[in-house]
C-alpha cells in the first residue's frame, strides 16, 4: 500500500531535550517536505527536499533541521525543542519528474514541548 | 511564486444544504489538490484536478486553469463534512504552496 509514515505520533517532551520525528515513504518520490500547523490556522512548511541531499528552508525554519540521506527518509529534528513549537507536524511527499505531481501525506505528529 | 486564495474564509451550513468553495491561484499550475482537515486532524485527499471536472459522491471539483480558479462543490452536507478544505498548488519547478482554508461547520 501507497503510505507515508510518520513517528512518533503522539510526543510529550521537555524544552531543550533533542527529539526527531521520522517520516518515510514507499513509493520513490522525488520531493518530501514537513509543515506544522497551529490551533485554527493554516499548513506552513518547514523543509523541503527535492531530492537525496537537496534541502531547502520552507516558510518557518527556525529551530528545526532536516536531513535527505536516502530517498525515502526524511527525518525532521529538533535540536533544541522550546514551547512554541508545540504544534501538529505533517510529512507529505510526491513526484517531481512526472505527472502526478500529487502529495501524499501523512497521518501527523501531536506534539506537546513543556 | 504562486499566490493562493480560498474563499469565503468560514461557512456555517445546516444538514442538506448545498455549497461551493473556492480557490483562485495567480499562476499556472500543474497540479491543483483539494483536501479535507476532518476535526481529529487527518488531511484527506480528495481531488487530483490541474483541470477538468471530476466528481466523487456527493463531492465535486471544476477547476478552470485557464481562469486560474478552482471550485469544490458540496450537495447536501453531512455534519461529516465539517471542517477545513484546503486547496493545494503546484507549478513545475516551483514548490506546492497550500491555500489559507475554508473552515465548514454543518449544523444537524
Known amino acids: 500500500e501507497a503510505q507515508v509514515t510518520q513517528n512518533p505520533r503522539y510526543l510529550i517532551t521537555v524544552t531543550g531535550k533533542k527529539l526527531t520525528v521520522t517520516c518515510s515513504q514507499n513509493?520513490?518520490?522525488?520531493?518530501m517536505s514537513w509543515y506544522r500547523q497551529d490551533p485554527g490556522l493554516g499548513l506552513r512548511q518547514i523543509y523541503y527536499?527535492?531530492?537525496?541531499?537537496?534541502?531547502d528552508k520552507g516558510d518557518v525554519p527556525e529551530g528545526y533541521k532536516v536531513s535527505r540521506k536516502e530517498k525515502r527518509n526524511f527525518p525532521l529534528i529538533l535540536e533544541s525543542p522550546s514551547p512554541n513549537q508545540t504544534s501538529l507536524y505533517f510529512c507529505?511527499?510526491?513526484?517531481?519528474?512526472?505527472?502526478?505531481?500529487?502529495?501524499?501525506f501523512g497521518p501527523g505528529t501531536r506534539l506537546t514541548v513543556t | 511564486g504562486i499566490q493562493v486564495e480560498q474563499s469565503p474564509p468560514d461557512l456555517i451550513l445546516q444538514e442538506g444544504a448545498n455549497s461551493t468553495l473556492r480557490c483562485n491561484f495567480s499562476?499556472?499550475?500543474?497540479?491543483l489538490q483539494w483536501f479535507h482537515q476532518n476535526p481529529w486532524g487527518q488531511l484527506i485527499n480528495l481531488f487530483y484536478?490541474?483541470?477538468g471536472t471530476k466528481q466523487n459522491g456527493r463531492l465535486s471539483a471544476t477547476t478552470v486553469a485557464t481562469e486560474r480558479y478552482s471550485l469544490l462543490y458540496i450537495s447536501s452536507s453531512q455534519t461529516t463534512d465539517s471542517g477545513v478544505y484546503f486547496c493545494?498548488?503546484?507549478?513545475?519547478?516551483?514548490?506546492?504552496?497550500f491555500g489559507p482554508g475554508t473552515r465548514l461547520s454543518v449544523l444537524p
Open positions: 507529505a511527499s510526491s513526484f517531481l519528474s512526472g505527472t502526478p505531481y500529487e502529495q501524499y
Open positions: 484536478i490541474p483541470s
Open positions: 527536499s527535492m531530492n537525496v541531499e537537496v534541502t
Open positions: 493545494d498548488c503546484y507549478d513545475y519547478g516551483q514548490n506546492f504552496v
Open positions: 499562476d499556472s499550475v500543474n497540479n
Open positions: 513509493m520513490n518520490h522525488e520531493y
